[in-house]
C-alpha cells in the first residue's frame, strides 16, 4: 500500500515532550507512516480555533490521510474517543464538535472501543498519546476501522460559532492571529456576499473606532495601515500591512468586535 500520511494538530506547543510522545509511538507502531505537523501553538483548549486551522488545509492533503487531531479540554472525563470517517479521510480524536467541525458530510463517525498495540503507559491527562495516536498509527498502516471501533451515531456537532447580527451591527469573533498578526475572524465570504459586497467597515473597540478598507491583498494599503481582506481560507482577515493587526487592535483568539460595515 501507498506510504501513509498523518497530518498532527495539538495545542501542546513544543517546549514540552508531549509532541515527541506521540510521534514516538506512531512510528513504534507505523514506521512507514509520516507525520506532517500542522501545528502545535493553537491556543490552549481552544476548539473554535484549532477547528479554523484544520478546516484551512485539509483539503491539502492527498486521500487516504489519516488526521490526528488533539485539542481536548475534557481529557480524562467521559468525552467518547472518535473517529470521524469521510470519502477520502480518517479524523481522530476526541469528541467535542472539532472532528465534526472540519469533516466534510456526510460522513460516518466511530466511537474508538479498542487501543492497538502494546500499551506501555496509560494516563487519564494525555489521551494524546495513550489513545489517539496508536489509532491514528493502526488506520495508517492499513488497519480497518472496525477492527478499533464501533459506529457512534451521535457526535457533537457544534460548528464554527456563527456572527451575530444586531441593530445593524456584526458581533464577530476572532477565529486566529497568525505568527505576522493577521486577525481571521468567523465572518466567512458567503456572509459578505450576503451583505452585498461592503467596500469597507468600522470596527468598534473599546469604545474607539477604527476604518478599515477592504483589499484583495496587503500591498493594496500603505505599509502601517490596516486593510480588510478574504483570506486564503475564505474568511475575513484584518491585518496591517508589514504590521501586527492583533497588537493595533489589542486582540486574540476568541476577542469579540463588533463591526459595521460601509
Known sequence: MPRRIIGFLSDF???DYYVAAVKAVIYGMCPDAEVVDISHEVTPWSIQEACYVLSCCYEDF????????VVDPGVG???KPIIVQTEKYFFVGPDNGLLTCVAP???????ITRVPGERKKFSYTFHGRDVFAPV???????????????????????????????DGMIHAEVLHVDRFGNVALNISEKHLEELGRPRGLVLKIGGVELAV????T??????????AYIDSCGYLEIAVN????????????GSRLEIVFK
Open 13 to 15: 506547543g513544543t517546549r
Open 136 to 166: 491514528a498509527a493502526f488506520l495508517a498502516c492499513g488497519g480497518r476501522v472496525e477492527e478499533v471501533a464501533r459506529e457512534y451515531g451521535s457526535p457533537v456537532d457544534k460548528g464554527f460559532l456563527e456572527p451575530r447580527i444586531e
Open 77 to 79: 472525563t467521559s468525552r
Open 218 to 227: 496587503f500591498g493594496d494599503v500603505q505599509p502601517g495601515e490596516l486593510v
Open 242 to 253: 508589514q504590521g501586527d493587526a492583533s497588537r493595533r487592535l489589542g486582540v486574540r483568539p
Open 105 to 111: 458530510k456526510p460522513y460516518r463517525a466511530w466511537e
Open 62 to 69: 492527498p486521500p487516504g490521510t489519516v488526521f490526528l487531531a
Open 213 to 216: 478598507p477592504f483589499g484583495k
